[in-house]
């Protein structure tokens, strides 16, 4: 039932695209006072954040949590807490002979339940101090269970010396506190796995992807990147075991296997209830992000136009299990956060976005619509108190009315001192972020980040009686511009709220268009966020995740930004002021690339003209389709099906022949070695693809090559795969 209702309401936002358009508004009303065809105008609107779920809605959420961490820090605490369908909740409802499996209902109801009175007793009964912020996520594990992602900021600081008041990693007395001791050996317990389970599905390439036996330590310290490592003490220093079972075999586990947990919560809902101190992590972006990334999906396909649709991707990855069906029908939440983060637009003068239809295209045109940049200055205008904020307060002392496009005055809250009749909440207003290559409206955030109380775009031109042309003479009477402070704030504000791909494109764009005196300064001090993703990304391939930052990835960091700066301007690194990347290091792509070149290119045409003629009707149908597709560049994915002996390896090899006498690359891989060495140069596809030794080991199977890499810049330039 659900799945209809979704369709429906994805049916709406495709069917209702051709009407509504969005464009700026000058644009619009250049386009209609100069008899402009309204068809032409506009871009088509795409699936909007306001979808729940989409895409974009989940990245605005992630935008919301890093603006937590901007105006308050790294979260305190992370709980994962999950569906235990043996609550006594759920038991007593189900009816003779039925399962929990049975009544996703109850159990959705019930978590719901459950949920809400944990949010209580974090919030409202404040069993770790007062709260000043907090946000979680519903999300869904294969076998249909509910469980939810809560990132916790307190009033007061969690500090390392008391995390051991909250948070157990060990196993609890079985005689002073039985029904804790046994909570804990049923639902917090990992695997086991490791060498006493070499089979257990978290284990990859030896390895358990989790991180799991834990080191066994006798105080709590600080680890790497400052995720702390827990108290697990040994057995010989009075930590306690017990006995499981793995393959029908009793074996004995101690404090390594035991999931961080807080013993109130967990003696509350008698359930998986992991908790975590993040309060010094280095990588809380990941953190954010995970907590409200959505489903995993990928779609494979070829396609005859550069066409994205938006909502059949989202469609096509879309799975819906029966509890979230139920979920979403019965209108949970699946997100909830305190306090509100209000959006706030940043646009030139007359460029905020309009939406029309054909019918109201010329009306929109006439009157412009208010936005909350535009509201802003009217209230710095007839409003005193107005006067003294930035952009980015007023959320807090005022609410922005959807159906007015008006800031009004907050009748509830804190009383501010000296203003009668204003008041204060929690309130956070978030700016949208602008790319420098778009420099005046750049330059118009910049002013707005800086002045206070602006009562128009004209007086945010104005320094000192002196009306600016442009708001980048305006930065520099303000002096923002006197040196590289400003490229400094910009990118500490993009090490808050993006990702490494783009710090490490913005930071490209800084150094090639608009040169800071001091660069090596700015990459010194950001390299290690530039890198992040590269340090993670190896942590990932190589299950390791102890391993730390080294001048190599560096030097990767470096080379991925020289990349960017000739595709933007043509220049090298040294070019601009920066440190020159060793691209010796980086030889690994040119030893790929003459792995396939290395061929004779004689020697392949003359077995291409000698085996060519040999073909029978059947093969040269399938060496021309081939044949036309690489040709013709139109791509395709082909299956070939014959009987043994039928000349199908015969075949490959003249294709393969045919596109490496031409000095193009084709790659021959295949499932075994034994398969390899049928075809010339040909290698197994888990060695070229970096696939998982073995595939039904792992939930999510991946090929860990990245664009960058040398096999990625080698599949780029690949014209066929075998």
Known sequence: MYVKVETERLAFIRFNQPKLRSEDYIHLR???????????????????????????????????????????????????????????????????????????DIIARVFQQKLKVMMDVLTKYRVFGDTRCYMYSVEWQKRGLPHAHILIWLLNKLHSNEVDDIISAEIPDPVTDPRLHDIVTTQM???????????????????????????????????????????????????????????????????????????????????????????????IKYLCKYVTKGSDMAVFGIASENVNDEISNFQMGRYVSTNEALWRLLSFQIHERYPTVVHLAVHLENGQRVYFTEANAAQRAERPPSTTLTSFFAMCEADPFAATLMYVEMPKYYTWNQSTKKFQRRKQGTPVPDWPQVFSTDALGRMYTVHPRNDECFYLRLLLVNVRGPKSFAHLKTVNGHQCQTYREACQ????????????????????????????????????????????????????????????????????????????????????IEDQCLTIANKLLIEVGMIAPNRLMHDAFNQELNRELQYNVDTLQEFVRNNVPLLNEQQKQVYKTLMQAVDNNTGGLFFLDAPGGTGKTFVISLILATIRSRCDIALALASSGIAATLLDGGRTAHSALKLPLNLNTIDTPTCNISRSSAMGKLLMQCKLIV
């Open 30 to 104: 250049d386009a209609i006072h100069s008899d402009g065809d309204v068809q032409n105008i506009g871009r088509l609107t795409i699936l909007p954040s306001t979808y729940i779920g989409s895409p974009r809605h989940m990245h605005e959420y992630a935008q919301d949590a890093m603006t937590y961490v901007r105006n308050y820090g790294t979260p305190d605490l992370f709980i994962t807490v999950t569906c235990n369908p043996k609550w006594t909740e759920i038991e007593r409802e189900l009816e003779p002979g039925q399962k929990p499996q049975d009544r996703h």
């Open 189 to 283: 317990v990992h695997g086991p796995c490791g060498a006493l389970n070499p089979l257990s599905p978290c284990m990859a390439d030896g390895k358990c992807t989790k991180r799991y036996p834990r080191p066994l330590v006798a105080e709590t310290v600080t680890g790497n990147d400052g995720y702390p490592v827990y108290r697990r003490r040994s057995k010989e220093d009075n930590g306690r075991t017990i006995k499981v079972k793995v393959q029908n075999q009793e074996i004995e586990i101690g404090n390594e296997f035991i999931v961080p947990y807080c013993p109130l919560l967990s003696r509350i809902f008698e359930t998986h209830a992991n908790v975590e101190s993040c309060h010094s992590a280095k990588s």
């Open 477 to 560: 009477l303000l002096g923002l511009l006197e040196n590289d402070s400003h490229w400094d704030l910009t990118l500490a504000d993009s090490v808050v709220s993006s990702n490494a791909y783009q710090i490490r494109t913005l930071f490209a764009i800084i150094i090639t268009t608009c040169f800071p005196s001091q660069p090596i300064q700015l990459w010194n001090k950001y390299k290690d966020a530039i890198c992040e993703d590269i340090l993670h990304r190896l942590r990932i391939q190589t299950n390791n995740p102890d391993i730390q930052i080294t001048d190599e990835i560096y030097n990767e960091g470096l080379i991925l």
